[in-house]
């Protein structure tokens, strides 16, 4: 056997605390004499496992170790005495989750002694529902029709030919647990597990209904009506209760969720529930201010410009933009940008004329050109 402690778990010397965990689970799963009655190699070998995980999980033991091998933590390291079979006691042990361990050999782990028949909730589902811009703003009203398993209308659910009912299970009598014995270090040991007769409801089928042979589901298409409240953005999730697959046992259906999904606008964009536009304006608007309209998703609205309107300057209308999606008396803002489109396609004259234009304008005109010209002379002395 190796005498290594890095050796026997199967780990490097630098390997981090994630992976001796990981380590040590596998081996304890490997080698655990519950799996293994009888067998002297598999004791011994769980022991090893155990006492090199005791060291390598203490950090000062395993600092001891790594300079001065076994002779470091003798004594510390060792198995039985006051701590048991395999020293669960000692330290590190506390970091595992010995649940999710021994789960795998038990039939469930910690949820093992839980009784399986009881009532449990349906299964949830996920339908993606795609809006226009405005449609997401303002809100709407959608038939969607959605495909799942529902409660067979012949038998109700039930699984059961009509006219018949589920018989209680005879091997787990209702329960939908047994118990067995089974033989472990620790003497005989009484072990949960599932009833593999009813396969945990408790109850059996003896003639399954023809229409979902015996499933007590079947596959089914439903409309439904759904109201798109005001405010909604891409990605927000819509529950609609009760319409996801039917409970077992009893229990109520799960939920559906309506993801939505939301298309571009050709002239407004948004972040949350602000909106935002470009708002192109003339040479001769910017420089001389004018009287335009400014769009907003609840129409355009009168807007005075300024004379000598900048490119890329913005203006913002408070309470213009996105309801909120929990209060629609609450609105975002709508930011516009004016954009300053220049002339295209001059004929001869226009040419000419904005030529003569341009040189009765002096630096006093342009005053971030006269500046950047400045600094450019500045830098070039």
């Known amino acids: 056997m190796a005498s290594d402690y890095y050796d026997i778990l199967g780990i490097s010397k630098g390997a981090t605390d994630d992976e001796l965990k990981k380590a040590f689970r596998t081996k304890v799963k490997q080698y655990h004499p519950d799996l293994h009655p009888g067998d002297a190699e598999a004791e011994a070998k769980f022991k090893e496992v155990n006492e090199a995980y005791s060291v390598l999980s203490d950090k000062d033991k395993r600092a001891r170790y790594d300079q001065f091998g076994k002779a470091g933590v003798d004594g510390n390291a060792g198995y039985g005495g006051a701590g048991g079979f395999g020293g669960f006691s000692g330290a590190g042990f506390e970091d595992i989750d ?21 009532p449990s909730q349906g299964a949830n589902l996920k339908y993606g529902m795609t809006l226009e811009f405005m449609e997401a703003a303002f809100g709407c009203e959608k038939d969607i029709t959605i495909s799942k398993q529902d409660k067979c209308s012949a038998c109700n659910g039930s699984g059961s030919q009509p ?4 018989e209680t299970c005879p091997q787990c009598k209702g329960a939908g647990r047994i118990q067995e014995q089974m033989q472990s270090l620790f003497g005989m040991t009484m072990v949960t597990k599932t009833c593999p007769m009813c396969q945990g409801k408790g109850t059996v089928i003896k003639t399954p209904c023809s229409a979902c042979r015996g499933k007590g589901r ?27 697959e039917p409970g077992t046992n009893g229990g109520p259906y799960g939920d559906l969720y309506v993801q939505f999904r939301v298309r571009k606008d050709d002239l407004f964009s948004r972040d949350g529930m602000n909106t935002f536009c470009d708002v ?9 201010g004018a009287d ?13 410009l ?44 226009q040419k000419q004329k904005l030529a003569e234009f341009n040189d009765m304008l002096s630096d006093r005109n342009y005053s971030k050109r006269s500046l950047f010209m400045q600094r450019v002379k500045n830098l070039f002395k």
């Open 98 to 118: 010995l649940g999710d361990i021994f789960g795998s050999f038990f039939g469930g782990g910690r949820s093992s002694g839980r009784r399986r028949n009881g």
């Open 163 to 166: 006219g018949t009912t589920p």
């Open 218 to 244: 079947v596959q089914t298409s439903k409309k439904l009506h759904i109201r798109v409240p005001a405010g909604v953005d891409a990605g927000d999730m819509l529950p609609v209760k009760g319409e996801g």
């Open 280 to 288: 192109p304006v003339t040479y001769a608007q910017a420089a001389l």
């Open 292 to 304: 335009i309209d400014i769009p907003t998703i609840y129409g355009n609205e009168k807007f005075k």
């Open 306 to 349: 300024k004379e000598g309107t900048q490119p890329g300057e913005t203006y913002t209308i408070h309470g213009k933009g996105i309801p909120n999606k929990n209060n629609p008396n609450m609105k975002g803002d709508h930011t516009c940008r004016f954009v300053i489109e220049v002339p295209t396609g001059l004929s001869r004259e």
